[in-house]
């Protein structure tokens, strides 16, 4: 293990991994691969095996520089406690990951995954091989009935438990069935001419309705999608969280809305029969009602919510899930007591309102695709297959027998963040900010036929990997077993994301940046239209590279040159055209800026002129101010003078002297006092023993007495200036 190479992604780890790289995954044909948080699955349909590989750890690996080698090899080998005898056809999880459907032609098969997860993120101890619980769905039904095909499979996202399961056979028929008897069926959707359209078999009787939707004999349900209750709000807070929405879509284009709610409990039947609603609506109206061939349909939980339909032309439209306000269609027909099937709901049906369409390449070479459909006449249909990613609404997955597309609705993204409602998201935008002319991001992924005569190598299987910590990434494995990644961020890189990029620096380069916003909005602007050149898909061939014939190859460089001037060239024309547009605006700022600057200067000058006038004028009034202050001091003293009535400063200074005045009397009294008792004193002092005091305290006594004169005679020279200044 020493010698193992060291990867610079877990991409790149990935598909050199022992498992996928091993002659019995290369060799043994179709197999199915699904991913779930982070953790990648193989289904191989010959050893009737489900293997584990932790990409997490993968991405661990590749952090630390290599530190553990064993990551590169290391899987588990998930064993069934019963296995399929059936050809696994697709890989589907519960919404938390205890549930993983293996999907065949005509069954179905439910394994529980370990529910405890050790060491290094491994199921169960960590041991190479890990038991797990299955059990077959739905098995006697559809064993007996040998002439039906299961076409769709979904989880139910109002069981809490994710114990129930939806399923659409080519009966045109969606039934609902619960794990807690996994040999019968709950609940029976009927969408055919004459046929009942809801059965609940928790009661005896079969209850029918009045007829099955009116639709032409040979119109096939192809498709359904489901969202939760609470995404049109049409249901009261309570029933909205074991309810949902299903959208049925038919081979004509017709769309049809079923609400499923399952009962309380798994043993008690539905206690209300299900509303069918449909045609639904699609406006603008179109006579062809939007191809006549559909075959996919895809709902994204956004707000409002989106309804994806593909036809097998190559044609995938958008259109917004709403609700209409206008019931009086509904009150007419009740007033002339006319009913019409479906029965309409208590609340308004809802519309659905196109909004684009998109014309798909099915191949690498669309120049190549248009001469041959002029020679042929008509282009065969195709079988599309619409996908949502995990954590994107604004965003899904086209696949074909040719590869794989990706689309990104920018304006839907918008248009959810303005529908929030207050409080629930801080960045809001104003409908004036929504720019519903952007149309959708489309980007050829990967192709498996890049010309309509070559040999195709269809994908047998593939996985969309969204993860915080691992990124958006694509996992193709081609029906060869050859293994590829595509880098899903290079078809949502937009220049909100550099921008966010550039608002995370601090300092001195956020400051640069902020005063160089014009600049940046401008290469912003650049960088926006560069971006719509796309990236070529990865060629997926059914022969190896050395076994090409030189006109294969030079087909593939003509396309690939023809693809590279029809896609960039016009861009950087219109670059260019961008750029001289913005650099005579420029011209025409320096020009006004350089007139401006010199009548500026102009300015300037007079300004400093008028600047020394104003210094000379301010200094002289200065010294003028000072003269009339003295000349107002001296008038005041003048009249204080000559007035022959005391002033109120004089009255206090009056006052004082009063007061001086008996504490001098106070002061003169006291010394006399001291002086006849120090007579006293002196006089009987030959009477009685004299005290001997120390020369320290003699010295103390003197500076006293000294200090005590030189306050009297302070006090004494006060109180004759105080009766010099009031007699004058």
């Not at 199921?123 to 190479?128: A, I, K, L, M, Q």
């Not at 609940?187 to 009787?205: E, F, L, N, V, W």
């Not at 800026?593 to 009034?621: G, K, P, W, Y």
């Not at 305290?697 to 007495?705: D, G, P, T």
């Amino acid at each position: 293990m020493a010698g193992a190479p060291l990867h610079s992604t877990w991409q790149a780890c990935l598909t050199t991994h022992p498992l996928l790289q091993s002659s019995s995954f290369i060799d043994s044909g179709r197999h199915c691969i699904a991913q779930n948080d982070g953790d990648f699955f193989v289904w191989k349909n010959e050893e009737k095996q489900l293997c584990f590989i932790n990409l997490k750890r993968l991405q661990s690996y590749v952090q630390s520089g290599g530190k553990d080698p064993g990551s590169l090899e290391d899987y588990q080998v998930l064993s069934c406690s019963q296995l399929p005898q059936f050809t696994v056809l697709q890989l589907k999880f519960s919404p938390s990951g205890q549930f993983v459907a293996l999907l065949g032609r005509r069954q179905i098969m439910i394994v529980q995954l370990p529910s405890n997860r050790g060491h290094k993120g491994l199921y169960g101890d960590g041991r190479s091989d890990v038991s797990c619980k299955s059990f077959q769905l739905a098995e006697r039904f559809l064993s007996s009935s040998g002439h039906l095909d299961l076409l769709q499979f979904h989880w139910h996202p109002g069981s809490v438990s994710e114990t129930h399961v939806l399923m659409l056979t080519s009966d045109n028929i969606i039934r609902l069935c619960s794990f807690s008897q996994p040999q019968k069926t709950m609940q029976t959707y009927a969408i055919a001419p004459g046929s009942t359209s809801y059965h609940d078999t928790g009661k005896s009787s079969v209850y029918d309705t009045t007829r099955a939707i009116s639709m032409a004999g040979t119109e096939t349900v192809v498709d359904f999608d489901l969202l939760p209750g609470s995404a049109l709000g049409t249901q009261p807070v309570e029933s909205q969280n074991l309810s949902c929405h299903v959208f049925a879509l038919m081979d004509s284009g017709d769309v049809y809305m079923l609400q499923s709610t399952l009962p309380a409990s798994s043993s008690l039947p539905s206690s209300s029969r299900p509303q069918v609603h449909g045609p639904l609506r699609m406006q603008p109206a179109a006579e062809d009602n939007y191809g006549a061939d559909s075959c996919s349909m895809c709902c994204l939980n956004s707000q409002p919510p989106a309804l994806i339909l593909a036809s097998a032309e190559g044609r995938v439209f958008h259109c917004l899930i709403m609700c209409d306000d206008d019931d009086g269609e509904e009150q007419d027909e009740a007033a002339h007591g006319t009913t019409h099937w479906p029965i309409r709901p208590s609340f308004n049906e809802p519309t659905l309102y196109v909004f684009e369409g998109v014309a798909l390449s099915l191949e690498a070479d669309s120049a190549d695709e248009d001469r041959s459909s002029q020679d042929a006449g008509e282009v065969a249909p195709v079988r599309l297959a619409l996908h949502r990613l995990d954590n994107a609404t604004d965003k899904y997955l086209c696949t074909h027998g040719s590869g794989v597309h990706s689309v990104v609705l920018p304006w839907l993204r918008q248009m959810s963040r303005f529908c929030v409602p207050d409080g629930e998201e801080a960045k809001s935008v104003e409908i004036d900010e929504i720019n519903l002319q952007q149309e959708c991001q489309v980007e050829h992924l990967v192709s498996s036929r890049p010309f309509k005569h070559s040999p195709s190598c269809p994908l047998a299987s593939f996985c969309a990997v969204c993860h915080p910590f691992l990124g958006n990434t694509l996992v193709c494995v081609t029906e060869n077993g050859a293994c590829s990644t595509v880098d899903l961020r290079r078809s949502t890189a937009t220049v909100a994301s550099a921008t966010g990029a550039e608002s995370t620096e601090k300092g001195g380069r956020a400051l640069a940046a902020k005063s160089q916003a014009p600049s940046s909005e401008f290469a912003q602007e650049v960088e926006k239209m560069l971006s719509e050149r796309g990236a070529m898909p990865i060629l997926r061939l059914s022969c190896a590279p050395h076994e090409m014939t030189p006109k294969m190859g030079a087909d593939i460089l003509r396309s690939a040159t023809d693809a590279f001037r029809d896609r960039h060239f016009p861009i950087m024309r219109k670059v260019a055209a961008f750029i001289a547009k913005r650099a005579k605006v420029l011209e025409n700022q320096k020009k006004h800026q350089q007139r401006e600057t010199s009548a500026i200067l102009h300015d300037f000058e007079d300004m400093q002129t008028a600047q020394t006038d104003i210094d000379d004028r301010a200094r002289a009034l200065l010294k003028a101010q000072e003269d009339l202050t003295t000349r107002l001091h001296a008038v005041f003293h003048t009249l204080e003078f000559r007035v022959p009535v005391r002033s109120i400063a004089e009255d206090k200074l009056a006052e004082n002297l009063q007061s001086l005045s008996q504490e001098l009397k106070k002061t003169q009294q006291q010394l006399d006092a001291a002086r006849r008792k120090s007579d006293y004193h002196s006089g009987q002092a030959p009477r009685k023993k004299a005290t001997e005091l120390s020369g320290q305290h003699q010295e103390n006594i003197r500076v006293i007495l000294k200090q005590e004169a030189d306050d009297i005679e302070q006090l004494v020279d006060q109180v004759k200036q105080l009766s010099v200044q009031a007699s004058s």
